[in-house]
């Protein structure tokens, strides 16, 4: 076996000359690189970099994506062995979608045992909402406010990852998103900058624990940076547009919070940034990320985003994509071949300053130093540790916890919910009950098929009551595994007499209508929020010879429910929930768990108010007085206020807010305290968010009607109270300026607390610095 590098590095970094602090400025641009004292393991790094040749160099920010099963016969000619011979060179430094033990194990080795310096790779994979086993999907988890839990389910998806081999994961997605029909909504966690950037570190610290260097933690890469989530029109890959007040305030602040986490990697958005593609944007790259931020990880492109800019009209050719691209701050190259191809020949033509090479080399070598590879290149090879952890009962346990916590009562009228656990007719309708493939989501590319259970499933698990199961007419025409249009059914109503029949005769229906789980995600934007195919009809249907009908929806973004809510009593939001979906679906629906989610992102009326989101401003006509007046802010057809707010989310029991007040004023120690009694006033016992919102009344740059500064989750029993507390400090009271600058500025601020961001449970006070 050839020897690693080890012994080396521990005598060479000794020899390693170190400075206070270094400047390296490029002759080929305005940019410049500060190097600070070095550590320990920055000197372990520099050794590495002292034996290694330019082309090495640009090998470590070349990233392939797995092209064959490595455990068999190793390729002599085409695509595969040109691949294979990059790796021996040493002209490769990370590899995705390469899985499982054997296979991590068998190209690991080829770099490792037959490259020159033995350099290990490191290896990533889309970890969004759990490797095999599948939790809810992040927008769901967004929906519980639970910190911990969301930290939790990252440190599982971690561990599962980690014992497949795997050490890096392409998310979180950060992006905040105001538009629903951005398909990749699903993937972050709503409108909100606050909650988006609280859950910005619980996933980051979910994944990479305490030491990245533990077996069972891998590298998170915070994405996309940046804007992509105001992509225009919610069409994905589409320009973003958006102002210096929404960049700073709405869209860096969950980044900047990933940031401070200890992301080690970041990832480029595909859109352009003021006519700049992101992969390219120096002022997002170097000026804010990693000159403001000083952030010292490395930054990845997004699949082929370097070469993309040739089609954005930007780039020439892939040489100057490559240009472009290093220069402004991109650190690995993934699907591009543009850094392999024409990093040395621009080098050499003074066109990329080496020094620029040797920053971004330094970057990804010192994360894999970080993870461990270079004391051992096959920590995360344990077979043994594969078949153990792989969908044990801890994952699934953790599934079914984040899955209880995600779901969202949207409705409940005449207290249909929970159902009784014995004595009724219930009428289980629709074919999404019977699936056990689409609840498991978008973005689950190492789950199996088939594997989650179904609505089905989890209610034969009750046994008190007299249960029909009808699909009704058929969901989709085909099921194809990560399709790229979903084929619905418009004109096949087989099975709808037999669920009307079913239906007529229950007590209570549980409909389960939504969106196919490959209906949402990357590429899968859409222009109308329905429920499509034949499901808005088969309701109606439904409704029209039974109204106590529960309406479970299975989405992966807010969709247009106008209709239902006009017309069925009770609705649950219940996303896609991944491998335990039915069994979380049905302990609610029983009662068993009792709801406690939260909106992270505004449902609409219809199509037309998006985007919507309840951070808004005011504007100069917010409305004027008037039955007949026309001259103000609003629609002719529609109402301005989204069906279901951020923040909304009920219960089974009811809470009552009172007495709010503030504890100090802001002058006397630059805090101040705002306290509220909150209580059960129902019949059982029952998890409540507490949120809290504030508005900056006059500013100089224009500040959002509410904006949420606060939460808390609290379990009360029937007829318990709890005085809540909140502090806010220059961090909650404070806004960024047009340039960039976080202030404070003295003024009136209004503040509520409640259940959603409509509350009206308020006070005002004066903050004077």
Same mark, same amino acid.
């Given at each position: 076996?050839? $020897? ?13 000359? =170190? ?8 002759? *080929? ?48 000619? +085409? ?44 290896? @990533? ?72 950037? $609280? ?21 998170? =890469? ?11 029109? @919610?069409? /994905? ?6 102002? *210096? ?16 986490? +200890? ?76 850094? $392999? ?39 995360? =090879? ?30 409940? /009228? ?10 009724? $007719? ?8 019977? /699936? ?86 990357? @590429? ?40 239902? /809510? ?41 199509? @037309?108010?998006?985007p919507i989101y309840y951070n808004r401003k005011n504007t100069g006509r917010p409305v004027l007085p008037g039955k007949d007046v026309v001259f103000w802010s609003h629609y002719q057809d529609a109402p301005n206020d989204p069906l279901y707010v951020f923040g909304h989310g009920l219960s089974y029991t009811t809470f009552e807010y009172n007495d709010i007040k503030l504890l100090n004023d802001y002058s006397s120690n630059g805090k101040i305290t705002v306290m509220a009694t909150l209580k059960n006033t129902g019949d059982v016992a029952g998890t409540e968010i507490a949120q809290l919102y504030i508005q900056d009344e006059f500013a100089s740059v224009i500040r959002p009607i509410r904006e949420l500064k606060g939460f808390e989750k609290i379990t009360l029993k029937p007829g318990e109270s709890k005085q809540l507390s909140f502090t806010l400090d220059k961090d909650e009271l404070g806004f960024y300026d047009n340039n960039g600058n976080w202030i404070v500025e003295d003024g009136t601020f209004n503040v509520w607390i409640g259940g959603s961001s409509k509350t009206q449970l308020g006070t005002n006070f004066l903050l004077i610095q």
């Amino acid at each position: 076996m050839k $020897k690693y590098l080890f012994g080396f590095l521990a005598l060479t970094a000794a020899l390693v000359s =170190c400075s206070d602090k270094t400047v390296v400025k490029s002759p *080929t641009s305005n940019l410049s690189i500060s190097y600070k004292a070095k550590s320990a393991l920055d000197l372990r790094v520099d050794s590495v970099m002292q034996l290694m040749t330019l082309k090495e160099k640009i090998g470590q920010m070349n990233q392939y994506n797995g092209f064959m099963d490595f455990t068999g016969p190793v390729p002599d000619q +085409g695509d595969a062995s040109a691949k294979y011979q990059d790796i021996r060179d040493g002209m490769v430094g990370s590899m995705l979608n390469v899985r499982g033990v054997k296979n991590v194990r068998a190209v690991q080795k080829v770099a490792v045992e037959e490259s020159r310096l033995g350099i290990p790779l490191i290896f @990533g994979f889309d970890v969004i909402h759990g490797y095999q086993t599948m939790g809810p999907i992040p927008l769901a988890e967004a929906a519980s406010w639970d910190l911990e839990a969301i930290q939790e389910a990252s440190r599982l998806a971690a561990k599962e990852a980690a014992v497949a081999g795997l050490n890096w994961t392409f998310a979180p997605n950060v992006d905040i998103s105001r538009d629903a029909r951005w398909g990749r909504v699903m993937e972050g966690a709503g409108e909100d900058p606050y909650l988006g950037s $609280k859950i910005a570190t619980a996933r980051v610290n979910g994944f990479q624990g305490e030491d990245l260097a533990d077996q069972f933690t891998i590298a998170a =890469c915070a994405k996309h940076f940046a804007a992509y989530g105001f992509a225009e029109a @919610g069409r /994905d890959y589409n320009t973003a547009d958006v102002g *210096t007040s929404t960049l700073y305030n709405i869209v860096l602040p969950p980044f900047k919070a990933a940031a401070e986490a +200890g992301a080690r990697t970041f990832m480029n958005s595909f859109n352009d940034l003021n006519g700049i593609p992101a992969t390219a944007n120096e002022f997002l790259l170097r000026d804010i990320l990693k000159d403001q931020w000083d952030y010292n990880g490395f930054v990845v492109s997004d699949w082929g985003s370097i070469k993309e800019m040739i089609a954005h009209n930007y780039a020439r050719d892939n040489k100057d994509a490559a240009r472009l691209a290093v220069n402004a701050g991109s650190d690995m190259d993934m699907e591009s071949y543009a850094y $392999k191809s024409h990093l040395e020949e621009l080098v050499k033509e003074g066109k990329v300053d080496e020094a620029l090479i040797d920053d971004a080399a330094r970057r990804i070598l010192k994360v894999k130093f970080e993870l461990g590879l270079f004391d051992d290149p096959y920590k995360y =090879c344990n077979e043994q540790l594969e078949k153990t952890v792989t969908g044990s009962d801890e994952m699934m346990d953790g599934a079914l916890d984040m899955a209880l916590k995600s779901m969202v009562l949207l409705k409940n /009228d005449k207290n249909i919910l929970p159902l009784k656990k014995s004595g009724q $007719k219930i009428a289980v309708l629709g074919d999404l009950a019977f /699936d056990k493939n689409s609840v498991l989501g978008s973005w689950r590319i190492g789950a199996i098929d088939n594997t989650a259970v179904s609505l089905v499933e989890g209610f034969k698990s009750y046994k008190g009551n007299q249960v029909t199961f009808e699909r009704g007419p058929r969901f989709v025409t085909e099921d194809v595994a990560f399709a790229m249009e979903v084929q619905y059914n418009e004109t096949d109503t087989t099975g709808t007499a037999a669920a009307l029949k079913a239906a007529k005769n229950a007590d209570v229906v549980v409909m389960m209508l939504g969106e196919h789980g490959y209906q949402s995600g990357e @590429g899968r934007s859409r222009t109308q929020l329905d429920l499509p195919g034949l499901q808005q009809e088969f309701l109606e249907q439904v409704q029209a010879v039974n109204e106590d009908v529960v309406l479970v929806v299975a989405s992966g973004r807010p969709l247009v429910l106008s209709w239902a /809510d006009e017309n069925v009593p009770a609705i649950l939001e219940a996303w896609q929930l991944g491998n335990q979906s039915g069994n979380a679906i049905a302990q609610v629906l029983y009662g068993d768990y009792n709801p406690s989610g939260k909106l992270p992102m505004s449902f609409p009326v219809n199509v @037309g108010q998006a985007p919507i989101y309840y951070n808004r401003k005011n504007t100069g006509r917010p409305v004027l007085p008037g039955k007949d007046v026309v001259f103000w802010s609003h629609y002719q057809d529609a109402p301005n206020d989204p069906l279901y707010v951020f923040g909304h989310g009920l219960s089974y029991t009811t809470f009552e807010y009172n007495d709010i007040k503030l504890l100090n004023d802001y002058s006397s120690n630059g805090k101040i305290t705002v306290m509220a009694t909150l209580k059960n006033t129902g019949d059982v016992a029952g998890t409540e968010i507490a949120q809290l919102y504030i508005q900056d009344e006059f500013a100089s740059v224009i500040r959002p009607i509410r904006e949420l500064k606060g939460f808390e989750k609290i379990t009360l029993k029937p007829g318990e109270s709890k005085q809540l507390s909140f502090t806010l400090d220059k961090d909650e009271l404070g806004f960024y300026d047009n340039n960039g600058n976080w202030i404070v500025e003295d003024g009136t601020f209004n503040v509520w607390i409640g259940g959603s961001s409509k509350t009206q449970l308020g006070t005002n006070f004066l903050l004077i610095q």
